[in-house]
């Protein structure tokens, strides 16, 4: 073992030796960017209209580094860079999948349009306390939680998404938001840890943190009583980040309570990435001990569906209404990893991608309805459609879509979840899935008719045919036209996450980008 | 040695449970404080002890010529430590403002965003 470190040594023995690729920075790429950008904008806050202009640009950079990563990962297969070019699972190792990179590029399509609709939400003093250099830190966040290949990392991924999302919640210091962020900081900082928690034990078990690395050992492990433990904690910790029942609550309690463009990316972005964490867990590094856990997750998941859809028909106020059918789109997800066939995994990320689309569109809609009639309250509401029809036409557009009804993005996963569900006999499930659907349709139908249909509250004033410029309506025309193409021509979209789904339930491509020699390790 | 520190690091877990279960938000900022530090203490543990020998190669060797601590665990808690210390100073000034804006520490009392008197949505058209 020891020797003289004069003679030669042999460093292929602990270092990658062959040059990466130009290619497969792509990889590490839009972390070090966000970065990057968001301690640049921070530069730029005496000019609000400058930093506005400059973030909406280096979101569409953004945009363009995640749509590479994800051309290059569709023709290559997962990507791995290991930090250092140590060899892993020595090295912190970045790498992504089909999954990974196809959750990357929508979130950034999410942030392009949250930040065009920020350019006239948020004030200058909303930009002076750093408005778009928390956007930036909290994608940075995002598309490192989804590209990255260890479990460390994850977690401190999640707290710099959690700590940027602290930053924007409490942007303004009104005294709602406030409340809201007391609980919503408390719980998820809980939630975190009962994520460190498990990875501690983790550690302790497998004395490794690489995914790819774990997932070859937990299937060949000889004794895989622990594992049963640590995917309890996962479950749990990563239910109360995604919002599943019964850990759900900080959720309706919080998402109205910060400014709406906040509200449009949290609803965008944050559950997606603690569905996408439980996914990657659950699935690829203990699927044994998910088919014990199959029907605890399958109750959850109709709990929360059914938990937000009544919470939804409950509600007066628009937002709060959006905050509960966020919940019940959680609940859709669940199912799909309850049942994990590659049907029922393809309909659950597929949903997630509309999910991420709709929900903000949605968050969007009822901040430019807030600005015509003045309030967010069903009972102040009311003549949005004459005010303005293109913006109640795409309003109701969502409302389809959210619903699942065809031909919107909603349709398809929903239609594929109940067939893989009927395929596994859990008629439960599927009969929840469609009695959700239904009862998403009356609340969204109701906000439909009182604040759109109905005339305005005559206390109310009727309100002046509303003019809006046509960029205020520009990122939520942008949502709506993918939510239509989604659901007109979802092959394309479905190819990928049916091959996310594959890549979920056969890691062999993932380890073997991470392992190229041995293939399997260990 | 490690039985010891599990069973310690139990007693943490348990204190903090406690301490969260309140409604105060004073005593769940402590239970936050106490379940970190727990934590840390479990990384520690589940990385195995070994007393005494620090994790360095002696100078002129590429290896080290006795079994030393796992140095990993401690870059780790390193990470954690800072993360949760940062997290828990925002805690603080969050939960200071809500005493001072909401006039309560209460968590039943904040009912600010969720109103128990939210009007009822409107019925008929």
């Given at each position: 073992m020891a020797g003289p470190s004069e003679a030669a040594i042999d460093y292929s023995r602990a270092f990658v030796m062959e040059p990466l690729a130009l290619a497969d920075w792509l990889v590490i790429a839009p972390v070090p960017y966000c970065l990057i950008a968001g301690a640049l904008l921070m530069m730029l806050r005496k000019n609000a209209e400058l930093q506005a202009k400059a973030a909406i640009i280096g979101l569409i950079g953004l945009f363009v580094l995640c749509g590479a990563l994800l051309a290059h990962v569709v023709e290559n297969g997962p990507v791995t860079m290991t930090m250092g070019r140590w060899l892993p699972p020595f090295g912190i190792s970045f790498t992504v999948d089909v999954l990974g990179a196809i959750l990357a590029v929508t979130a950034s399509i999410v942030a392009v349009a949250c930040a065009?609709?920020?350019?006239?939400?948020?004030?200058?003093?909303?930009?002076?306390?750093?408005?778009?250099?928390?956007?930036?830190?909290?994608?940075?966040?995002?598309?490192?939680?989804?590209?990255?290949?260890?479990?460390?990392?994850?977690?401190?991924?999640?707290?710099?998404?959690?700590?940027?999302?602290?930053?924007?919640?409490?942007?303004?210091?009104?005294?709602?938001?406030?409340?809201?962020?007391?609980?919503?900081?408390?719980?998820?900082?809980?939630?975190?840890?009962?994520?460190?928690?498990?990875?501690?034990?983790?550690?302790?078990?497998?004395?490794?943190?690489?995914?790819?690395?774990?997932?070859?050992?937990?299937?060949?492990?000889?004794?895989?009583?622990?594992?049963?433990?640590?995917?309890?904690?996962?479950?749990?910790?990563?239910?109360?980040?995604?919002?599943?029942?019964?850990?759900?609550?900080?959720?309706?309690?919080?998402?109205?309570?910060?400014?709406?463009?906040?509200?449009?990316?949290?609803?965008?972005?944050?559950?997606?990435?603690?569905?996408?964490?439980?996914?990657?867990?659950?699935?690829?590094?203990?699927?044994?001990?998910?088919?014990?856990?199959?029907?605890?997750?399958?109750?959850?998941?109709?709990?929360?569906?059914?938990?937000?859809?009544?919470?939804?028909?409950?509600?007066?106020?628009?937002?709060?209404?959006?905050?509960?059918?966020?919940?019940?789109?959680?609940?859709?997800?669940?199912?799909?990893?309850?049942?994990?066939?590659?049907?029922?995994?393809?309909?659950?990320?597929?949903?997630?991608?509309?999910?991420?689309?709709?929900?903000?569109?949605?968050?969007?809609?009822?901040?430019?309805?807030?600005?015509?009639?003045?309030?967010?309250?069903?009972?102040?509401?009311?003549?949005?459609?004459?005010?303005?029809?293109?913006?109640?036409?795409?309003?109701?557009?969502?409302?389809?879509?959210?619903?699942?009804?065809?031909?919107?993005?909603?349709?398809?996963?929903?239609?594929?979840?109940?067939?893989?569900?009927?395929?596994?006999?859990?008629?439960?499930?599927?009969?929840?899935?469609?009695?959700?659907?239904?009862?998403?349709?009356?609340?969204?139908?109701?906000?439909?008719?009182?604040?759109?249909?109905?005339?305005?509250?005559?206390?109310?004033?009727?309100?002046?045919?509303?003019?809006?410029?046509?960029?205020?309506?520009?990122?939520?025309?942008?949502?709506?036209?993918?939510?239509?193409?989604?659901g007109v021509f979802p092959e394309t979209l479905l190819q990928l996450s049916d091959s996310a789904a594959a890549g979920l339930l056969d890691p062999s491509a993932y380890i073997q980008s991470v392992f190229p020699a041995e293939g399997a390790v260990n | 040695m490690e039985p010891v520190l599990a069973i310690f690091v139990g007693l943490l877990f348990t204190t903090a449970i406690y301490l969260m279960t309140s409604r105060h938000t004073i005593r769940i900022l402590m239970g936050v404080a106490v379940l970190g530090n727990g934590v840390n203490l479990l990384i520690f543990t589940s990385g195995r002890l070994t007393r005494d020998v620090p994790p360095i190669i002696p100078a002129g060797l590429d290896a080290p010529l006795i079994p030393i601590a796992n140095p990993l665990p401690q870059a780790l808690i390193l990470t954690a430590i800072v993360i949760s210390f940062s997290f828990f100073a925002f805690l603080l000034v969050l939960g200071f403002r809500a005493y001072q804006e909401l006039a309560t520490d209460d968590s039943r009392d904040m009912r600010l965003a969720e109103p128990a008197d939210d009007p009822l949505p409107p019925l008929g058209y």
């Open positions: 065009i609709y920020a350019a006239e939400d948020v004030d200058t003093t909303g930009r002076r306390y750093g408005f778009f250099s928390f956007l930036f830190l909290m994608m940075a966040g995002v598309i490192g939680a989804f590209v990255t290949g260890d479990i460390f990392n994850l977690y401190v991924w999640f707290e710099v998404l959690l700590i940027a999302s602290f930053g924007l919640q409490v942007l303004g210091s009104e005294d709602r938001q406030i409340d809201g962020a007391t609980k919503y900081a408390f719980l998820n900082l809980i939630a975190t840890t009962m994520f460190l928690v498990a990875t501690g034990y983790l550690y302790g078990v497998f004395g490794t943190l690489n995914m790819a690395d774990i997932a070859a050992q937990t299937r060949t492990i000889d004794d895989a009583r622990p594992l049963y433990t640590l995917a309890a904690l996962y479950l749990f910790a990563f239910g109360m980040k995604a919002a599943a029942f019964p850990v759900s609550f900080w959720l309706p309690a919080s998402y109205h309570t910060p400014k709406v463009v906040v509200s449009a990316l949290f609803a965008g972005l944050l559950t997606k990435v603690g569905i996408y964490a439980l996914a990657r867990t659950l699935l690829m590094l203990f699927p044994d001990q998910r088919d014990a856990f199959a029907d605890v997750i399958a109750w959850a998941a109709m709990l929360t569906m059914l938990l937000g859809a009544f919470g939804a028909l409950a509600q007066t106020d628009y937002r709060r209404l959006l905050g509960y059918l966020v919940v019940s789109g959680i609940g859709i997800m669940l199912a799909g990893i309850a049942l994990a066939t590659v049907e029922a995994l393809s309909a659950a990320i597929f949903y997630a991608l509309h999910s991420m689309v709709v929900m903000t569109a949605l968050y969007v809609a009822s901040g430019i309805a807030a600005r015509i009639g003045k309030s967010f309250s069903m009972n102040d509401l009311g003549g949005l459609y004459r005010s303005n029809v293109l913006f109640a036409a795409m309003s109701l557009v969502l409302f389809f879509s959210v619903s699942g009804l065809p031909p919107f993005s909603g349709f398809w996963p929903k239609a594929m979840l109940v067939r893989a569900s009927l395929d596994a006999s859990a008629s439960g499930l599927a009969t929840i899935i469609l009695l959700t659907g239904f009862l998403t349709t009356i609340a969204v139908g109701r906000v439909w008719a009182h604040a759109y249909w109905k005339p305005a509250p005559e206390t109310m004033g009727t309100p002046a045919a509303a003019q809006m410029k046509m960029t205020s309506l520009l990122p939520l025309l942008a949502l709506v036209a993918l939510t239509v193409g989604f | -």
